[in-house]
């Protein structure tokens, strides 16, 4: 699909007028600023700093980056994993590489970046390297599990062809459906999981059928502008997230970053941007860039002074926070599968589906680590559980999976709650099917001409992938530098009302 069918389909999916303010005529900075710094970006991650590295690259250094951890890399989250002696760095969050690059063609951003700092990352083999399992044991699936895959790839590729037939959006369940493809079985569905769910970390029912296939095609289909359908794990020992901070210190000073420094409320007008902390510290600026994730906004986890517009508002809540949740495991020895994937087929959909091993050449052998990764509503389930009861669940599944197996209990045992953390609420966004190109429009729309909102969900093309977020921080920092150049600017306009095409008629 290209990029002129999204254009087609920012006029067919909704019907609404632009609006720019009045008052949007450039307003001309003053000769030395009266605030703290020009820039303020708030939060540290790959959109942050990129935003960043975009300004330093137009001469503008008179920024600060404010972030709540102690380190930069936002949800690019390692910790070290493991019982004393047998420890290894893995990743919370963020940990693949999603298309690297085909020949000559365009490269991923964050595969760029990678090879420039020297990261270590071995290729995920989705396909080919993959036992299957149900609740009576192992089982051979494959060929149902092949199904799932062209099945799949047949849903992008009719959802993709919707765009220039300016056809409604609809759910992938719907999309599904509509292809022929309705899997009953426990087999069948564990197979759609995982090349669904696990991929987006929500439902078909959860997820557009149209941009879901555009995110899919954008970056995994070279015919359609994608890098390539190869993917990359990290298993840098230093952390994923050391090739955002080698960037960063290529062009950051320590006195641009303020790091273990969260915000509370942010005030904005015409003339400039006030942000408090939760330690009472103010400060000013002309511009602030936020790279809050989609999770945050919702949920008010920072206050807006004036309260954040009705149009801005609908459309952060039309889009969707999701969760991705990975519950590691370490035992004394392996005695799983020697395959670097295994897909287990239970009665529920969605339960503890889709597993991984560390402990194989090319990662991390003689570690015995092995993953299991749920999402969405199913994450935040198991969120609400405490620790012991999820590991005895997750052991359940082991013992299903392997009969006439002792399974021990692990040595080491972790997992994330990324929506109750606050300083995320989730994973990465997803786009429902009632969400359109204008709400899009929205929620990337400046207030004020002072408030640009940047990150992963405010890339129509490449929403809830790390390389959105690269590619957002970088137009958003130019954008931000052209309007500090220019003596001021009207920022990225919204619309007013988003109308249906066809209104209902009652």
Not at 372 to 398: H, K, M, N
């Amino acid at each position: 699909m290209h990029l002129s069918y999204l254009r087609v389909l920012s006029l067919t999916c909704a019907l609404a007028f632009y609006v720019v303010p009045a008052h949007a005529i450039p307003a001309q900075l003053n000769e030395k600023s009266q605030n703290d710094v020009q820039v303020l970006i708030l939060g540290g991650g790959v959109a942050g700093v990129i935003a960043a590295r975009s300004l330093h690259e137009k001469g503008i250094d008179n920024f600060k980056i404010v972030e709540a951890r102690d380190e930069l890399g936002g949800r690019m989250n390692a910790f070290k994993f493991g019982a004393p002696g047998k420890q290894v760095t893995l990743e919370l969050g963020a940990n693949w590489i999603q298309g690297t690059q085909t020949g000559d063609g365009p490269a991923n951003p964050i595969f760029e970046l990678a090879k420039k700092h020297n990261l270590s990352a071995q290729v995920s083999d989705y396909y080919d390297s993959m036992t299957t399992y149900d609740y009576t044991g192992a089982v051979d699936y494959i060929d149902t599990f092949n199904k799932a895959i062209d099945a799949y790839t047949n849903l992008t590729i009719i959802g993709g062809g919707r765009v220039p037939n300016a056809l409604v959006d609809t759910t992938s369940r719907t999309g599904y459906s509509l292809v022929g493809v309705k899997p009953k079985t426990a087999q069948e569905l564990a197979s759609e999981y995982y090349m669904f769910d696990w991929e987006y970390a929500q439902t078909p029912e959860q997820t557009s059928w149209i941009a879901s296939s555009w995110a899919n095609n954008f970056t995994y289909d070279p015919d359609q502008g994608g890098f390539s359908d190869g993917n990359l794990l990290s298993i840098d020992q230093r952390g994923f997230a050391h090739l955002i901070k080698a960037e960063a210190d290529e062009f950051l000073k320590p006195e641009q970053v303020l790091l273990n420094t969260t915000v509370k409320s942010i005030a904005y007008s015409a003339h400039g941007v006030s942000v408090t902390l939760v330690n009472g510290t103010k400060i000013s600026a002309d511009y602030a860039i936020t790279t809050f994730s989609l999770g945050v906004l919702q949920n008010d986890d920072i206050t807006f002074d004036p309260s954040l517009p009705e149009w801005k508002q609908e459309a952060i809540q039309s889009m969707t926070m999701a969760t991705y949740t990975k519950i590691f495991l370490q035992f004394p020895e392996n005695f799983w599968f020697d395959t670097q994937f295994a897909l287990y087929a239970d009665r529920e959909r969605g339960r503890y589906p889709v597993w991984q091993s560390l402990d194989i050449k090319g990662f991390f052998p003689g570690s015995g680590i092995v993953f299991v990764t749920v999402t969405g509503d199913y994450s935040q389930r198991i969120e609400a559980l405490p620790d012991s009861q999820v590991q005895d669940e997750v052991l359940g599944v082991l013992r299903s999976m392997y009969p006439n197996v002792t399974i021990p209990d692990p040595i080491a045992f972790h997992f994330p709650r990324w929506f109750e953390d606050p300083l995320y609420r989730g994973s990465y966004s997803n786009w429902p099917s009632s969400f359109v190109s204008d709400h899009h429009e929205n929620l990337r729309a400046t207030l004020q001409e002072r408030m640009w909102f940047t990150g992963e969900a405010m890339s129509q093309k490449y929403f809830g992938f790390l390389h959105g977020a690269y590619f957002e921080g970088q137009a958003t920092g130019n954008n931000v530098a052209d309007c500090i150049h220019k003596g001021g600017c009207t920022g990225l306009p919204h619309v007013g009302q988003v109308h249906n095409d066809s209104p209902y008629v009652l």
